[in-house]
C-alpha cells in the first residue's frame, strides 16, 4: 500500500494538496502515482500568474516509460512554482510530498474541503 | 486472462511491477528501471524473454525456405550455430516480423519470433510450406510440450557470471564471436542480445528456467524489466517490431536495409514490391536539444517536410532525451529539426541512430 498522509487532501487523478496559512494551497503528485510512473526525468510547471479552471491539465511529469498529465485540483491562480523539482525530477520519487510542483490560490477557498482525505483516496488508489 | 512466462511466480518474489505487454503478465521493472538500465551498461542484467517464440525448422528443404521466405539471406550462414537477423515480409513489401534465424544442420534451424507476432508468424510459415510445397516441418517451442524459457544475460560481465553458473558450457560459449550460438547439453547459448552490450541469450527447458534465474541472481545478476530492455535497446539504435515498423511499413524506410539481400537474383517474398517502391524515409536518430521527452507519434519539421517519431524516451547513458524517427528523404545528419511537443516546437539535432554501445555514448 502505498504512502497517503493524512493531513492532506488528495484528488482522484493522483494530486495531493496542502492548506497554507495564507489560503494559498500547495498540490504535488502522490507516492502511489510517482510510484506507478517510474523514475521521473521531466517536470514541467506553469507559470506563476497564470489562471487554471479546476480538472484542466497545469502541469506533466515524464518518466522514463510515459508523460502524465498533472490536473489543477480546483480553479485558481498560480501563486509559486518548485524550480527544485523540474532541476532534479528524480526528488518527486524519492519523496513525492516534500518534492511539491506549485501552489495554487484558490478562487473559491471553500473547494478545498469537497477533496477527498487520505482514507477515501487510499481506496481508489489501491 | 494474460499469459504467464514459467518465471512469472519469480518475478512476483522479487517485487516486480507487473503490466500487461501484449497479452503477457510481465515485469516493467523492479523498483527502478534507470538502476536496471545502468546495471547491464556497468555490469550485468538479466530479462526473462520467455514470452519470445522460438521455432524449429526442420526438414530436408529448410534452407531453401527461408531462403525464400525472409528478406535477408541464409545462404550466409555457413558455420553451424552463426545467427542472422532479417525481416519476413508480407508481398507488399511490409514486415511481418523481425526474427533471428540460427543455423544449426542442413536440415535443422531454429528461428526466434516475437512474442505478439508468433501466432501469426507461425501461421504465415505453415502456409508457406504448403504453397511451395516443401518438405520442412515448422514447430513452435513456446508453449505445450517441450517448451523453453529464454533468458537474457546482457552487460559487460554476463559472460562471467554464466561461465560461473554453469560452468560447463564454458568451453563451448568462451570463444563464441557476436551473433553465434552453441548448444550445450540441455542449453542453448546464443551470444546475441537486444541491449548494445555483450552478452548471453539462454534458451533451455522451461521447467529448468526458474532455478537458472534464482542461481543467477544469487550470483548478483540485476533482474531487469521491459522498460530497461526498451532504453538499452532505444540507445543501441534497435528496431521495435509494432513501433519503428510494422507490415505497413518497408525494411528500407525502417532503418532495415542492411538485412535485406536484393542484388542477387534469389527471390524472396517481398522483394519485387520493394524494387518497385525502393526507398521512401530516412530513419535516423534525433537527440533533443531542449529540456523535455521524445516520445512516439510527434511530429517532426525539417526544411523537407514532416516526419515522425517512431520510439523515444530518455537515455540514461547520455542524460537526454533519444529517439529514432521516420524523416524524408535529404535530411542529413547533423542537421537541427524540431520536434512538435504537446504544441510546443522543441530543437532536436538529427543523428545516426546509434546512440550508446558498450557502456558507452556513440554520439
Known amino acids: 500500500m502505498s504512502n497517503a498522509p493524512a ?3 488528495y484528488t482522484a487523478s493522483h494530486e495531493w494538496m496542502l492548506l497554507n ?7 504535488g503528485i502522490t507516492d502511489h502515482a510517482q510510484e506507478a510512473l517510474g523514475d521521473l526525468v521531466f517536470v514541467e510547471l506553469p507559470e506563476v500568474g497564470a489562471h487554471f479552471e479546476a480538472e484542466k491539465e497545469i502541469a506533466v511529469v515524464e518518466s522514463v516509460k510515459a508523460a502524465a498529465d498533472v490536473y489543477a485540483p ?17 526528488s518527486v520519487n524519492q519523496d513525492s510530498y516534500a518534492a511539491w510542483l506549485f501552489k495554487l490560490t484558490p478562487d473559491n477557498a471553500g473547494d478545498l474541503d469537497k477533496m477527498l482525505d487520505a482514507a477515501a483516496y487510499q481506496a481508489i488508489a489501491d | 486472462m494474460l499469459k504467464k512466462t514459467v518465471l512469472n511466480a519469480a518475478h512476483r518474489a522479487m517485487n516486480a511491477r507487473m503490466v500487461d505487454f501484449g497479452g503477457w503478465d510481465m515485469p ?21 524473454v520467455s514470452h519470445m517464440c522460438p521455432v524449429d525448422v526442420v526438414g530436408p528443404d529448410c534452407r531453401a525456405f527461408l531462403s525464400r521466405l525472409v528478406a535477408n539471406d541464409v545462404a550466409k550462414l555457413q558455420i553451424s550455430g552463426k545467427a542472422l537477423y532479417a525481416a519476413m515480409l508480407n508481398d507488399a513489401g511490409g514486415v511481418i516480423d523481425d526474427l533471428i534465424i ?34 520442412v516441418t ?24 554464466v561461465w560461473e553458473v554453469l560452468p560447463q558450457t564454458k568451453a563451448a560459449t568462451e570463444g563464441l564471436k557476436a551473433f553465434f550460438a552453441a548448444e550445450v547439453d540441455q542449453y ?3 551470444s546475441t542480445g537486444y541491449t548494445g552490450e555483450d552478452g548471453y541469450e539462454i534458451m533451455l527447458p522451461a ?26 535497446r532505444l540507445e543501441a539504435g534497435m528496431n521495435l517490431y509494432g513501433q519503428d515498423m510494422d507490415e505497413t511499413v518497408s525494411p528500407l524506410d525502417a532503418g532495415l536495409a542492411w538485412t535485406v539481400a536484393m542484388k542477387d537474383d534469389r527471390d524472396f517474398v517481398g522483394k519485387s514490391a520493394l524494387t518497385a517502391a525502393g526507398q521512401q524515409k530516412q530513419f535516423l536518430g534525433l537527440i533533443l536539444l531542449d529540456k523535455g521527452v521524445l516520445r512516439g507519434h510527434q511530429q517532426v519539421i525539417t526544411k523537407q517536410g514532416n516526419g515522425e517519431i517512431t520510439s523515444g524516451s530518455f537515455s540514461p547513458t547520455l542524460q537526454q532525451s533519444i529517439a529514432l524517427a521516420r524523416l524524408p528523404l535529404g535530411v542529413a545528419i547533423g542537421d537541427e529539426v524540431e520536434v512538435d511537443i504537446r504544441g510546443k516546437l522543441l530543437k532536436a539535432k538529427v543523428v545516426k541512430p546509434v546512440f550508446a554501445r558498450n557502456g558507452k555514448s556513440v554520439i
Open chain 1, 7 to 9: 493531513n492532506l487532501k
Open chain 2, 207 to 232: 521447467g529448468e528456467a526458474e532455478a537458472l534465474w534464482n542461481a543467477l541472481h544469487k550470483a548478483g545478476v540485476a533482474p531487469c524489466g521491459l522498460g530497461a530492455r526498451d532504453t538499452l
Open chain 2, 138 to 161: 515448422i514447430t513452435q517451442r513456446r508453449d505445450g510440450v517441450n517448451n523453453l524459457g529464454i533468458i537474457a544475460v546482457q552487460g559487460p560481465n554476463a559472460r562471467t557470471k
Open chain 2, 188 to 190: 542453448f547459448i546464443a
Open chain 1, 74 to 90: 480546483l480553479s485558481g491562480t498560480v501563486s509559486e512554482v518548485n524550480q527544485a523539482a523540474v532541476d532534479a525530477p528524480e
Open chain 2, 28 to 48: 516493467v521493472n523492479y523498483g527502478s528501471q534507470i538502476e536496471e538500465h545502468n546495471a547491464v551498461r556497468n555490469n550485468c542484467g538479466m530479462f526473462d
Open chain 1, 21 to 27: 496559512a495564507d489560503g494559498s494551497v500547495t498540490v
Open chain 2, 102 to 135: 540460427y543455423f544449426l544442420t542442413d536440415t535443422r534451424f531454429r528461428i526466434v519470433v516475437n512474442a505478439g507476432t508468433a501466432e501469426k508468424d507461425l501461421a504465415w510459415m505453415q502456409g508457406k510450406v504448403a504453397e511451395w510445397k516443401m518438405d
